[in-house]
């Protein structure tokens, strides 16, 4: 069965720093990779995907991701956050075979300190 | 834009009271979800469905049903509610069989007593 880990529990950066955060799946075949996010107080949103074609993946609000097979990897990254990126960020995989469902890692509280 | 709707934010009741959420999604989405989410433990998914009066079980079922009667409306059921399943509860809807876009509603924060 597919998994995701998400080993950064909760980043604290400061404004202008840049983010990396880490995902790693367990499946084996082709992947789709997303990442959500969770503003405080708002619903679920998707950030951006990955389905096929170039491994880097841009999103809205400056938020890209590069998806590394051989690492099974897709890292979030952003050259410099702002205080409104503070949020939760969840990883979530799906493999293309079978009927294996939407799987999510555990999240990431992202903090940013003005 | 989706728009998938739950029908209450905040929800406090007793334990072994009978508890339902509604979630109701405008789009015509063939699929729709029930997770709940819990600190460090993520997304979990509880159960789907892929089209009305179909239903089928995800990952955390027990303790859970579920109905749909109309494509639009898909319920959460907790029979008997216990203080385990103080949670929040995320409905999703997706537009194609499989699609992994899925479209989340507000939440609801249930707190069992």
């Known amino acids: 069965a597919q998994s995701v880990s998400q080993h950064n529990h909760h980043v604290i950066l400061s404004e202008a720093a840049s983010l990396e955060l880490g995902c790693n799946y367990s499946?084996?075949?082709?992947?789709?990779l997303f990442w959500y996010v969770q503003y405080p107080g708002q619903h679920l949103q998707l950030l951006l995907k990955y389905f096929s074609g170039d491994p880097l993946v841009k999103g809205i609000k400056g938020f890209e991701a590069e998806f590394i097979k051989s690492k099974f990897s897709f890292n979030l990254r952003k050259p410099s956050v702002q205080w409104s990126d503070t949020a939760e960020y969840f990883c979530?995989?799906?493999?293309?075979?079978?009927?294996?469902?939407?799987?999510f890692g555990t999240g990431t509280r992202l903090t940013i300190i003005p | 834009d989706v728009k998938v709707t739950q029908s209450s934010r905040y929800l406090v009741k007793r334990t072994g009271e009978k508890v339902f959420l509604e979630c109701v999604q405008d789009?015509?989405?063939?699929?729709m979800f029930w997770y709940r989410q819990d600190p460090g433990l993520g997304l979990r998914l509880i159960y789907f469905s892929y089209d009305v009066k179909m239903k089928e079980k995800g990952d955390i079922p027990e303790g859970y049903s579920v109905s749909r009667e109309k494509k639009e409306r898909f319920s959460l059921i907790l029979e008997s509610a216990s203080t385990n399943q103080t949670s929040m509860y995320l409905c999703?809807?997706?537009?194609?069989?499989?699609?992994?876009?899925?479209?989340f509603g507000p939440g609801t924060r249930l707190t069992v007593l």
């Open positions: 499946y084996g075949g082709t992947v789709n």
């Open positions: 999703a809807s997706s537009l194609v069989p499989d699609s992994n876009e899925q479209f």
């Open positions: 789009m015509d989405h063939e699929n």
């Open positions: 979530a995989v799906k493999s293309n075979f079978g009927n294996e469902k939407l799987t």
